[in-house]
T-cell receptor
């Protein structure tokens, strides 16, 4: 069943602008992860934020997590045309061997050169 | 970083054919592998979780006799779509995790596009 819901579903911005994508979920989580998918390819892991963390950075990426609102945001700063892809949030609800991800529907990001 | 190889990348075959897809972890041991199905412009749907040396755990609504999963070693899991029909056409993606604990990312293969004529 669908857990994460990303917002917006599609985003088009100019190169150099920042892109903000949001994700909401419904249940308690162990961690939340963001992935990127280029058309026709597999997913690439971007960043993982644990339930006891509030913010995390990786290069041009900044992820926040608000467990009280059950939401997360992914910010890509100084976007590039190469950032054009689909972005998915995924929640990990269980620990240990039973851990598995539930993906949102994804956000299509288009960065215009 | 961790690399997962999925093969083949594309299959086109006639209805009734069985198709095997391989997923290999190249530089780490994957105690758990996952098989997903993705429809065009849609999210990933988890089909089954594959644990090395044991039977796969299938998600609700996924036919285990239709989608046979084997995870015989710590670096290889296979998905066989038996007697495939046009409705089985889809993008199938595998992923692997390099240990059983939580708070670890999954590493994905590049997917297999299956087209049944």
């Amino acid at each position: 069943s669908q857990q994460g819901e990303e917002d917006p579903q599609a985003l088009s911005i100019q190169e150099g602008e920042n892109a903000t994508m949001n994700c909401s979920y419904k249940t308690s989580i162990n961690n939340l992860q963001w992935y990127r998918q280029n058309s026709g390819r597999g997913l690439v892991h971007l960043i993982l934020i644990r339930s006891n963390e509030r913010e995390k950075h990786s290069g041009r990426l900044r992820v926040t997590l608000d467990t009280s609102k059950k939401s997360s945001s992914l910010l890509i700063t100084a976007s590039r045309a190469a950032d054009t892809a689909s972005y998915f949030c995924a929640t990990d609800e269980l620990t240990g061997a039973n851990s598995k991800l539930t993906f949102g529907k994804g956000i299509t990001l288009s960065v215009r050169p | 970083g961790a690399v997962v190889s999925q093969h083949p990348s594309r299959v086109i075959c006639k209805s009734g054919t069985s198709v095997k897809i391989e997923c290999r972890s190249l530089d780490f041991q994957a105690t758990t592998m996952f098989w997903y199905r993705q429809f065009p412009k849609k999210s990933l749907m988890l089909m089954a979780t594959s644990n090395e040396g044991s039977k796969a755990t299938y998600e609700q609504g996924v036919e285990k006799d239709k989608f046979l999963i084997n995870h015989a070693s710590l670096t290889l899991s296979t998905l066989t779509v038996t007697s495939a029909h046009p409705e089985d056409s889809s993008f199938y993606i595998c992923s692997a995790r390099d240990w059983q604990g939580g708070n670890q990312p999954q590493h994905f293969g590049d997917g297999t596009r299956l087209s049944i004529l």
